[in-house]
């Protein structure tokens, strides 16, 4: 690709959530025309009278909704990036370590067990954490980590977590079972201004973090003897990359619940488009990732009659493109 095309095409990833956020506002099924949202932002701004009903729409349900859309495609897309980077194979996706299945057991724990004692948000967030710290623990040896250890080690965290999981549901009272299935497959459609001040921050931080450490996914990529080379501590490297993508992820799928297939596509697309050079891949991943996501939340928001949760979709859409990249990847192997 031309240099000049592809910085119009990085220029058009870096932008994609703009392209889709002012669209948004006006999908639902109470409509708003362009003049009744400006008049509703100024007279918000000027703290004048309006439509309680209209107020709610748009800055209760419909903002924070495309926020949260927006942080989630960012930190599973960006988290993603940088798991596939570190563990060189781009088949790795953001669950890898055993983070969806240890937030789907602390949240069947909280659903089904605690009730209100202890927050979902909360519990899914350290459940996700607990399986990541689970999957070191047993891939660490002799001091040091291997990457084929960590996978290993992330399956049978994956096991562990799941085997639980079912166990609560096996023992769930039918109420208390379909507010969890529904929490497993994802959605946006309870999203909150509270939901996110919970993950806001560690989403923006983490992500900003990853951001000026990506230059050093260049020298992971290559393998641990390369990057050695280089002069990088890559145990410490990978401890810190992998331990903030973790933080990222956990802080996303806490408040929506398990949404998959997203963070595998986007990293892989934008490799297609401009290259393997995660210093663009990873900050071109979180953006558009963001936009996706919110593309997905949309199409399902306009679909009339039952809203069928986000995660579905992108299961449908996602699950025919990791054929593909079975067969584009030669088995499995970084390109």
Known sequence: MAR???????????????????????????????????????KRIICSGQSVTEQAILFDIRLPRIILALLTGCAL???????????RNPLVSEYILGISAGAAFGASLSIATLGDELPVQLMAFAGGIAAVLLTYGMARIRGETQTLSLVLAGIITNAIFTGGNYIIRYFAEPEQLHVLIVWLMGSFSAA???????????????????????????????????????????????????????????????????????????????RLLIGSDNRRVLPASATFGAALMLMADDAVRMAKGVELPVGVLTTIIGAPFFAYLIRKSRGGVWE
């Open 4 to 42: 000049e095309t592809k910085g119009i095409v990085l220029f058009l990833l870096y932008a994609s959530p703009l392209f889709f956020c002012i669209p948004s506002v006006f999908v639902g099924p109470y409509s708003l025309t362009p003049a009744e949202i400006v008049d509703l932002i100024g």
């Open 77 to 87: 897309s960006a988290s993603s990036a940088c798991f596939q980077a570190t563990f």
């Open 192 to 270: 909150s201004w509270k939901d996110i001040s919970y993950s806001g921050p560690f989403i923006i931080a983490g992500t900003l973090l990853l951001y000026l450490l990506r230059w050093r996914l260049n020298l992971l990529s290559m393998g641990d003897e390369e990057a050695k080379a280089f002069g990088v501590n890559t145990e410490k490297m990978k401890m810190v990359l992998l331990g903030t993508a973790t933080l990222v992820t956990a802080a996303a799928i806490s408040v929506v619940g398990i949404i998959g297939w997203i963070g595998l596509m986007v990293p892989h697309i934008v």
